[in-house]
């Protein structure tokens, strides 16, 4: 990539040069006005300067992503957007069981032949509002989308079985929904079962720190048979509760942004993407870039299979157009040009494969150390 110098990156952010070579002289580096800087100058100083960076100027893309998601939204554009439920829960506990009940109850008619559909997230009405459900194929991939600082979800629910109790995974779950800090919900499944006993269940969780509403905590339980659709109704009605505290919001007037939450080769469709919009309003044709892969949206299905050209926020869509598969969690976002998406990724892999040449090269180094 073209180099530039202190002089040049003073002007394109609107800085006086002395406060660049300034800042650079405390981080211990001297530089004068045509100083070349390096990448993760640049990143520095574009982070003390706090500034929006235009996309042109900086060099990694991935700060900038960063950087304008931390950009103050403008108020008056915020919009108020579904919520992103996730259900978690140790396995055989009844996930999928109660994801596929409140489907079933929720789509309608016409939509119903889609419903085998598994793109991961599903939307459904309930009383007239769209709710997101992601299906959380393993906390792995939730682990990954953490560590790369993707927040996708607004409200957990932890399903855990009265006959069974608090499992590894139960507690997974809570350390996963607290770490994101986001408010849980907890259903009790399985009471159609002889052997259930939800005070257990209660008693158990509140040794995790997750303390039932009745016994004086701020957490709500609610007793269900995912399988029988007993408490369902009651479970959603408490999660649209907890829902509207959160206030959710997004800007649908701007480019696309979100998350990965699943991606696969597809023999005949090539790489196929399932990605959770988050801001702004993904459409057909636009131009998207996710870590070192991109292209242009081809395609765009919703969970049911049908084709739309428009998701706004929260909208979980599966699209196809990109070049390569990209990874579970990672970010998205779309431009107005698919030559500046093409150039993203195509920066994003140089520096990708100049890593991979530097930790080779590094362990060469260490075998030779071996050798002597
Ligand atoms: P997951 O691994 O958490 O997705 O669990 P599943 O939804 O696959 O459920 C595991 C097993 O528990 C299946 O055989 C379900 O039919 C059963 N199951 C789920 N919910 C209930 C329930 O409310 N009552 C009863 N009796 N069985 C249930
Ligand atoms: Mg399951």
Redesign the pocket.
Known sequence: SDAITVGQLAQLLHKNSSEIIKFLFMMGNMSTINTVLSDEDIELICMNFNVEVHKEVVVDEDDIEEQLQNVEEDESKLVSRPPVVTIM????????????TIRKANVTEGEFGGITQHIGAYQVSLKGRKVTFLDTPGHEAFTAMRARGAEVTDIVII?V?ADDGVMPQTKEAVDHAKAAGVPIVVAV?????PGANPDRIMSEMSELGIMPEEWGGDTIFTQ?????G?GVPELLETMLLVADMQELKANPDTNASGTVIEAKLDKGRGPVATLLVQRGTLQTGDSVVVGTSYGRVRKMTNDRGMEIKHAEPSCPVEIIGLNEVPRAGDVFMSYDSYKKAAEIAGHRLDKQIEKERNSSSAMSLEDLAKKI
């Open positions: 829960g140790h396995v055989d506990h009844g996930k999928t069981t109660l994801l596929d399903v079985a499944n399985k009471i159609d079962k269900v048979s995912a399988k029988k007993t």
